[in-house]
Structure formats: structure tokens, C-alpha cells
């Protein structure tokens, strides 16, 4: 695999976000290094020969910082703290470990797939309470959170 990301132009209404990432832009700002933790399931933790998505955004954002808005100086780490199988319940109880421990500029949180497809398993309503639950824990320690839905 290669680390050349193609130049990709998205549309704002794609990647413009209601509210500022006023976490990340301070940490963008300093002297590094980013820390962003991506939290989730399978589609976070990767399967088989796919690559999973943390890796490609941490080569994409350690280039578009050196490329594009020339600051090689800043490093970005996203650390993969993906676990396939896994719901909001679990996760719930890796959040001291896996996400504050590392006092991430941002947490990226793909939650609530397992919960579509495994409804033998979890009850809807019980995960979007435990989604709840994980929103307020890392707003209480100020965490900004980019939630990524079922797919």
C-alpha cells in the first residue's frame, strides 16, 4: 500500500461542521503532538486486508499539514482504539484507558452499528442510552467528539 493520498476536494457541505473543533484547532496550533483518538468498532479496528480508516486519516493529516498548510513541525497521531464486535455498553468501560488516558485533542466515536445489525444481541434502546451516557462522560472532561453512525 502506499502512503501518496490522492488530493481529494470535498464539498462543504460535506466537511463544513455545525460547531468548531475549538480543541483541535488550539492543539493544531501548539507545538504537537495531536493526539486523536478514534474509538469504535470493526470499522474503526480494520477487518482482513482492509485498511482501517485511522490509519488513512492520520497519513492524510500528517500530510496536509506538511503540504498544505506547511507545518511539517506538528505531528498527528490517531490512535486506533477500535474492537470489532463491540457496542457502546462495551465501550463504555474502555473510555479510561483508551480515551481519556491519552487526553486526545479530539475523539472520533463510530458507535451504534452493532446495535443495527445485532439486534439479538442489543437492544436499540439500551445502546442510544449508553451513547448518552459516553457523550456526557467526555463532555464533563471536555473532550470534543465527531460521532460516526451506522453505516
Known amino acids: 500500500m502506499s502512503d501518496n493520498l490522492p488530493t481529494i476536494e470535498f464539498p462543504a457541505a460535506i ?5 468548531p473543533l475549538v480543541r483541535l484547532r488550539q492543539a493544531l496550533d501548539g507545538k504537537g503532538p495531536v493526539r486523536i483518538v478514534a474509538m469504535g468498532s470493526s470499522s474503526t479496528a ?16 500528517r500530510q496536509h499539514l506538511k503540504d498544505v498548510v506547511q507545518r511539517p ?20 468501560g474502555r473510555f479510561e484507558a483508551d480515551i481519556f488516558h491519552d487526553d486526545p485533542a479530539l475523539v472520533i466515536w ?21 451513547i448518552r451516557k459516553g457523550l456526557a462522560q467526555l463532555r464533563a472532561r471536555g473532550f470534543e467528539v465527531l460521532v460516526i453512525d451506522p453505516q
Do not use: C, S, W
Open 15 to 19: 466537511v463544513d461542521l455545525k460547531y
Open 46 to 61: 480494520g477487518r482482513g486486508d482492509v485498511v482501517p480508516y485511522p490509519y488513512r486519516l492520520e497519513m492524510y493529516l
Open 73 to 92: 513541525d506538528i505531528r498527528i497521531d490517531v490512535l486506533n482504539r477500535g474492537k470489532g464486535g463491540e457496542e457502546a455498553t462495551e465501550e463504555l
Open 110 to 130: 463510530q458507535v451504534g452499528t452493532n446495535a443495527v445489525f445485532h439486534n439479538d444481541k442489543y437492544d436499540v434502546d439500551v445502546v442510544a442510552g449508553d
